[in-house]
């Protein structure tokens, strides 16, 4: 019965792979989201003041961040909890797959959670004119808190390895 109901959990987690693929199509809405934002500054470009057209830019950049967060979640995910990928040889292989753990995982994703987070503050910031001071504060204390849970995140990391 044991040795039944261990191979039942570990065969589990396949149950992960749906969830991964679901990202792959998270990826591909969010690739057709920056296509039409690109396509719809076009039009404007000659007519847009400078920050407006920064703030764009902002914005691509978050969705391009956005995009390799879901990469690295949907390929080290999978890698780490379901199974290895394996490519042919001579195939194009990123150098971090199958290096990053669960640990450097969580790592990943909070540096990048962090930065996304340090560009919508740029791009509010960029705007502060339209928010009360009230919001500024809160703008600044809820990205902090991601900062310090990253490094919190880090440290406690470290320390495990030790």
């Not at 991964?20 to 057709?32: D, T």
């Not at 995009?67 to 890698?79: N, P, Q, R």
């Not at 394996?86 to 195939?91: C, I, V």
Request: a negative charge; proline letters at 1%; zero cysteines.
């Amino acid at each position: 019965m044991e040795r039944f109901a261990e191979k039942f959990l570990y065969a589990s987690r396949w149950l992960l792979a749906p969830i991964y693929l679901g990202l792959s199509f998270g990826l591909l809405v969010l690739g057709i989201k920056f296509f039409q934002e690109v396509i719809h500054i076009f039009p404007i470009i000659l007519e847009t003041k400078e920050a407006d057209l920064v703030l764009i830019i902002l914005s691509l950049i978050d969705l391009s961040l956005v995009g390799g967060l879901i990469v690295m979640v949907m390929l080290s995910g999978y890698e780490n909890f379901v199974s290895t990928i394996d490519l042919d040889e001579g195939a194009d292989k990123l150098h971090w797959l199958g290096k990053m753990d669960a640990g450097s995982l969580k790592q990943k994703v909070a540096a990048s959670i962090v930065a996304i987070s340090s560009i919508h503050l740029l791009k509010i910031f960029m705007n502060a004119q339209n928010y009360e001071t009230e919001q500024l504060k809160w703008f600044v204390i809820i990205h902090l808190t991601f900062v310090v849970s990253a490094i919190g995140m880090a440290y406690v990391d470290r320390m495990n390895q030790h």
